[in-house]
């Protein structure tokens, strides 16, 4: 059996070098179809499991703003890789956490690589990965890629996860009366309009129609009743929320990220030395 695993994460996260400590030598690059973008893959060493590991382009959001963000989440969606590693600069979480909350969104399971620990520990600072799963629902991994540190026990992680097939739980981001309006919107597209981007996932086909996302309502023929739906939608959130659309899930994506990583971090006098 071949496994493909997408690597994903913030410009200056450490993507590369990470890449290249898991891969080694075995590479081949290319570009993304139709566009001028560089696409890396290779093989990932030490492992029982044949694993080809996808380099994506660096992004901060799946937003369709650039190139690299429409190649990344139409390589997400449309190829379904086996595993996301999402590598997460912890010296910079709540930035880097921002894409998260949107990969999540995507029905693939996820590993979140907190790479940097050698500077977050020269901090003085510890971070919890427990208490990260427990939020966001996907388990996480502390490393330095510079340091080659943790590399091992990633690598054993990624050979097990991306065997695994079964959904993970979606943990509740938005308040509770938010996500009743976006189940909802999801329960009226799947009944008014079964045929409007059925092969993609559930949560990231409401965020997306609802934010009026460029890329993917070019994608549909789009009826006045559609339009409609999605417009009475908005209204209600921006009635809840006080504010339009695009900042209200902007804020609610950063108020679960806030709390999240304020449940898992401590600070500790000594260094612990794990990193360096
Ligand atoms: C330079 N710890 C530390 N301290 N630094 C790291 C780690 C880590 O775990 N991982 C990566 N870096 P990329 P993208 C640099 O290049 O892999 C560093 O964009 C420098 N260069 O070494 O390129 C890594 O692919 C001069 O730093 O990231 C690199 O995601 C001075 O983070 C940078 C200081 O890593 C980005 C750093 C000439």
Same mark, same amino acid.
């Given at each position: @059996?071949?496994?493909?695993?997408?690597?994903?994460?913030? =410009?200056?996260?450490?993507?590369?070098?990470?890449?290249?400590?898991?891969?080694?030598?075995?590479?081949?690059?290319?570009?993304?179809?139709?566009?001028?973008?560089?696409?890396?893959?290779?093989?990932?060493?030490?492992?029982?499991?044949?694993?080809?590991?996808?380099?994506?382009?660096?992004?901060?959001?799946?937003?369709?703003?650039? @190139?690299?963000?429409?190649?990344?989440?139409?390589?997400?969606?449309?190829?379904?890789?086996?595993?996301?590693?999402?590598?997460?600069?912890?010296?910079?979480?709540?930035?880097?956490?921002?894409?998260?909350?949107?990969?999540?969104?995507?029905?693939?399971?996820?590993?979140?690589?907190?790479? @940097? @620990?050698?500077?977050?520990?020269?901090?003085?600072?510890?971070?919890?990965?427990?208490?990260?799963?427990?939020?966001?629902?996907? =388990?996480?991994?502390?490393?330095?890629?510079?340091?080659?540190?943790?590399?091992?026990?990633?690598?054993?992680?990624?050979?097990?996860?991306?065997?695994?097939?079964?959904?993970?739980?979606?943990?509740?981001?938005?308040?509770?009366?938010?996500?009743?309006?976006?189940?909802?919107?999801?329960?009226?597209?799947?009944?008014?309009? =079964?045929?409007?981007?059925?092969?993609? =996932?559930?949560?990231?086909?409401?965020?997306?129609?609802?934010?009026?996302?460029?890329?993917?309502?070019?994608?549909?023929?789009?009826?006045?009743?559609?339009?409609?739906?999605?417009?009475?939608?908005?209204?209600?959130?921006?009635?809840?929320?006080?504010?339009?659309?695009?900042?209200?899930?902007?804020?609610?994506?950063?108020?679960?990220?806030?709390?999240?990583?304020?449940?898992?971090?401590?600070?500790?006098?000594?260094?612990?030395?794990?990193?360096?």
């Amino acid at each position: @059996m071949k496994y493909t695993v997408a690597l994903v994460g913030n =410009p200056n996260s450490g993507k590369t070098t990470l890449f290249n400590s898991l891969t080694g030598s075995n590479l081949y690059v290319g570009n993304w179809p139709g566009v001028t973008v560089e696409k890396k893959e290779g093989d990932v060493k030490n492992t029982t499991e044949n694993i080809t590991l996808v380099d994506l382009p660096g992004i901060y959001s799946l937003a369709p703003y650039s @190139m690299d963000e429409i190649v990344s989440r139409n390589y997400l969606l449309d190829d379904s890789p086996d595993l996301i590693v999402n590598i997460i600069d912890a010296s910079n979480i709540e930035r880097n956490l921002y894409l998260s909350t949107q990969l999540m969104e995507l029905d693939c399971p996820i590993i979140g690589v907190l790479n @940097m @620990m050698d500077v977050v520990e020269k901090k003085g600072i510890s971070l919890d990965t427990e208490s990260l799963e427990k939020s966001f629902g996907f =388990p996480f991994i502390k490393i330095s890629a510079q340091r080659e540190t943790g590399i091992d026990e990633l690598i054993q992680m990624i050979t097990k996860n991306v065997k695994k097939k079964e959904k993970r739980q979606m943990p509740r981001i938005f308040p509770l009366e938010i996500t009743t309006v976006l189940q909802e919107f999801d329960a009226l597209i799947q009944k008014q309009h =079964p045929d409007v981007l059925s092969n993609y =996932p559930m949560a990231f086909r409401s965020v997306k129609l609802i934010e009026k996302d460029e890329e993917v309502l070019g994608k549909i023929s789009k009826s006045t009743d559609l339009l409609e739906d999605i417009n009475r939608t908005r209204k209600k959130i921006e009635t809840i929320s006080g504010h339009d659309v695009d900042s209200a899930i902007a804020d609610y994506r950063y108020r679960f990220i806030t709390k999240s990583v304020k449940n898992a971090t401590k600070i500790v006098r000594e260094n612990t030395d794990h990193f360096q």
